[in-house]
């Protein structure tokens, strides 16, 4: 079946130390987006991909990086100059960004990162 | 700019009750309306969408009207099962040029008890 698959579900992290996140897609979606989620804030994005060998900056970028190399790959790496990373990692795809008509975007199970 | 502005939770409701989750926005244009839900442990699945002004989108039980008039998409559900405990996002996308991408609410968590 065609989806996204995010891993690993949990992650821990010790202080000063970068960790990336995974987030594959079988959909052949141009588009891809990482989101963040905290309790009663709903979703911020991080950032997003039309294409490959392109990323954007979303609302919350900083303490984050990415990469786009495969149109189905998308890993987020969480770097140390994140204060609190601590959350809900979620990653989304749509067939593309932008244009006309609907296109919802289509998401993953989500990453929970800890901080030991 | 696009914002979107749901109500406030939990809401806790007996199996059965009948169920609105209101949701107004503020957006430039003509956007496209969604309503997200999220299981516990998961992450979100569309639920159903409207594309302009008086779409019914609807799912599972569900309905939402795009009211442009008054700039909602309130989530309604005429008898909630246990099954229905979730987390509620309402979203909001405006299409072309710079924009793209989805704009959330915070969420409303729904409990429905036997």
């Known amino acids: 079946d065609g989806g996204i698959t995010q891993s690993p579900k949990y992650l821990f992290r010790k202080e000063g130390q970068n960790v990336t996140l995974s987030c594959e897609q079988n959909?052949?979606?141009?588009?891809m987006y990482w989101y963040r989620q905290d309790p009663g804030q709903g979703l911020r994005l991080i950032y997003y991909?039309?294409?490959?060998?392109?990323?954007q900056k979303g609302d919350i970028a900083e303490g984050y990086s990415v990469s786009r190399e495969k149109k189905e790959s998308f890993p987020l790496t969480v770097t140390s100059a994140q204060k609190n990373p601590t959350a809900f990692y979620l990653c989304?795809?749509?067939?593309?960004?932008?244009?006309?008509?609907?296109?919802?975007?289509?998401f993953g199970d989500g990453t929970r990162l800890s901080i030991l | 700019g696009n914002s979107v502005t749901q109500m406030e939770g939990p809401v806790t409701l007996s199996e059965e009750a009948f169920l609105t989750i209101n949701c107004t926005y503020t957006?430039?244009?003509?956007?496209?309306l969604f309503w997200y839900v999220q299981y516990p442990g998961e992450g979100l699945q569309l639920l159903l969408k409207?594309?302009?002004?008086?779409d019914k989108g609807s799912n599972k039980g569900f309905e939402a009207t795009y009211r442009k008039e008054t700039t909602s998409f309130h989530l309604e559900k005429g008898s909630v099962q246990v099954s229905d405990s979730a987390v509620y996002f309402c979203?909001?996308?405006?299409?072309?040029?710079?924009?793209?991408?989805?704009?959330f609410g915070k969420g409303t968590k729904l409990s429905v008890k036997p």
């Open positions: 979203a909001l996308m405006n299409y072309g040029g710079s924009q793209g991408n989805l704009i």
């Open positions: 957006a430039t244009g003509y956007p496209s």
């Open positions: 989304a795809s749509s067939i593309t960004r932008g244009g006309s008509g609907n296109q919802p975007q289509h």
């Open positions: 409207a594309t302009k002004a008086d």
């Open positions: 991909s039309q294409i490959v060998n392109d990323f």
């Open positions: 959909l052949n979606h141009d588009a």
